[in-house]
């Protein structure tokens, strides 16, 4: 009898060791793990590096106009070891931060007055919305007349083609607070300052942050499309250079550090956002 009730609390005993053991940790390895879009994206990139790869190597395409990813990559570790093509990329990245700042603030503060104000919108909307639908290409030879081939013409050809996307996003985000909240903050004695930080600035949050996205892309486009067109340095020239002298795989590297360098400023720009929609959603 007692040999039966000193066995049953040691059973248990073993049974309560076992069970109070550290749990796997699976949390661990399920955040390093891909999702299944993730995982088709990287599938779907090693198939098409492969087939690249073949499609030179095997002569279909001509290896004086195409370059075989591994010879690409070559080309970059060894353009990343040359100070001057350093400096030339970072070159164009201060560029484009430069005319994004100048786009930036510009065209909020052009869509804010254009928005709040009726007689601006009347006036200048227009004028504005026309410039914005008008190819910004046919201006290039104006702004190389203007400011040369240096490094003003760049920027400004930057700053001015990421103005109007931001201008007449900013505008319309703006008008489309709803005016019953301008309305009541008016009613209940809110000066305009406290009317503009409490009401237009959050209702129009959204639209100047898609407008600043826009103005991004303008901003690094321009700054390319100086750089190729009009450009006797900087990376634009090295492009030049190695395409006179079909250095294909200089080239290619050169176009997909620039693409790296889009996709790695759309992704933080993307992070940003879902931070901000947290935000707004948590103080909603």
């Known amino acids: 009898m007692s040999t039966d009730q000193t066995v049953r609390p040691a059973a248990g005993a073993a049974v309560t060791d076992r069970g109070a053991g550290p749990a796997p940790d699976t949390g661990a390895r399920s955040r390093w793990r891909l999702s299944p879009t993730g ?3 990287v599938g779907v990139l090693v198939v ?3 087939a690249w790869e073949l499609t030179v190597r095997t002569g279909l395409i001509s290896s004086t106009f195409a370059a075989a990813p591994s010879e690409v990559a070559v080309a970059m570790v060894d353009l990343a070891g040359n100070g001057s093509v350093r ?10 931060v430069v005319s994004f700042a100048i786009a930036a603030v510009a065209g909020v503060l052009a869509g804010a007055a254009m928005g709040l104000s009726r007689i601006a919108y009347r006036v200048f909307h227009p004028v504005i919305l026309g410039l914005f639908s008008t190819p910004k290409m046919i201006f290039i030879p104006i702004f190389i007349l203007v400011a040369g081939f240096g490094v003003a013409s760049k920027i400004s050809y ?3 083609s990421g103005f109007f996307p931001v201008a007449v996003t900013v505008t319309a985000g703006v008008r489309m607070v709803d005016r019953r909240l301008l309305l009541a903050a008016r009613s209940m ?3 305009r300052w406290q009317t503009l930080r409490s009401v237009v600035v959050p ?8 407008a600043l996205w826009y103005g991004m892309k303008h901003a690094l486009l321009g700054v390319l499309i100086m750089e190729l067109f009009a450009s006797q340095e900087g990376i634009g020239h090295y492009i030049g250079l190695y395409t006179s002298t079909f250095r294909t795989d200089r080239v290619f590297a050169l176009v997909l550090g620039l693409a790296l360098f889009a996709i790695l400023l759309g992704s933080l720009w993307r992070w940003q956002e879902k931070r901000l929609s947290r935000w707004r959603g948590s103080h909603g």
């Open 203 to 210: 209702g129009s949050l959204p639209a100047v942050m898609a």
């Open 39 to 41: 995982m088709g994206i």
């Open 189 to 191: 004695g809110a000066s």
């Open 48 to 50: 098409w590096l492969v």
């Open 158 to 160: 930057g700053a001015v």
């Open 87 to 96: 400096a030339a990329f970072a070159g164009a990245i201060g560029m484009f």
